[in-house]
């Protein structure tokens, strides 16, 4: 009876070995991306850096954030000639400039802005589509490409809705940066 129990002891530590083996060989060859801070007014190249997968590659577009600010959204929907739900208090709004220095792949390839994200502490905001189409008229989409050597300046437009996280004062206390990117490296740009 006691040798029953020293070989069902040693086959479990037998198996969890085998199972702690096979975690560790999946789990070695995942790296963390790395976290890249620019500065605002930086000309931050995208490079092979990407968000959801590296389709969205695009190699030879850079970004520039040129402004920042904060709009009451009353005041915001008075500018802009928009019609809010009556949900946002404010909106953070990022003016940027989106630049092709050498992506020759006009119309497959470009910048997807709207995977880009506000991040701070604890927290996350995407850009809102119909903000975005209230500050930048002449743009249908915040997905687009443009012709090598060219640019393009237009306003990142998120929402800050109260009982949400983050709210206005929480913002105004801890001060977000754009994340362009999530991998390999994590680029974010300081506000």
């Not at 069902?8 to 969890?16: C, D, G």
């Not at 400039?97 to 709207?114: R, S, T």
């Not at 105004?172 to 680029?187: E, F, N």
């Amino acid at each position: 009876m006691k040798k029953k129990k020293i070989r069902m002891i040693m086959a479990i530590f037998f198996l969890m070995g085998i199972y702690m083996i096979r975690i560790y060989e999946v789990n070695t060859d995942k790296k963390l991306p790395e976290r890249q801070v620019f500065q605002k007014g930086e000309l931050v190249p995208y490079e092979r850096d990407y968000n959801i997968s590296e389709n969205d590659i695009c190699e030879g577009y850079y970004v520039k954030v040129l402004d920042t600010k904060v709009m009451e959204a009353k005041e915001f929907c008075e500018k802009y000639d928009a019609v809010d739900m009556g949900l946002a208090t404010h909106y953070y709004m990022v003016n940027l400039e989106v630049q092709n220095k050498g992506n020759e792949y006009v119309g497959e390839q470009g910048v997807a802005l709207g995977l880009a994200m506000l991040t701070g502490t604890n927290y996350a905001i995407i850009p809102s589509p119909e903000m975005f189409g209230a500050a930048n008229p002449d743009m249908p989409s915040y997905s687009f490409s443009l012709q090598n050597g060219t640019k393009k300046e237009i306003w990142l437009v998120f929402s800050i809705i109260p009982n949400n996280m983050p709210d206005y004062e929480w913002i105004q206390k801890d001060p977000p940066m754009l994340q362009i990117t999530q991998y390999p490296s994590q680029k974010l740009i300081t506000l």
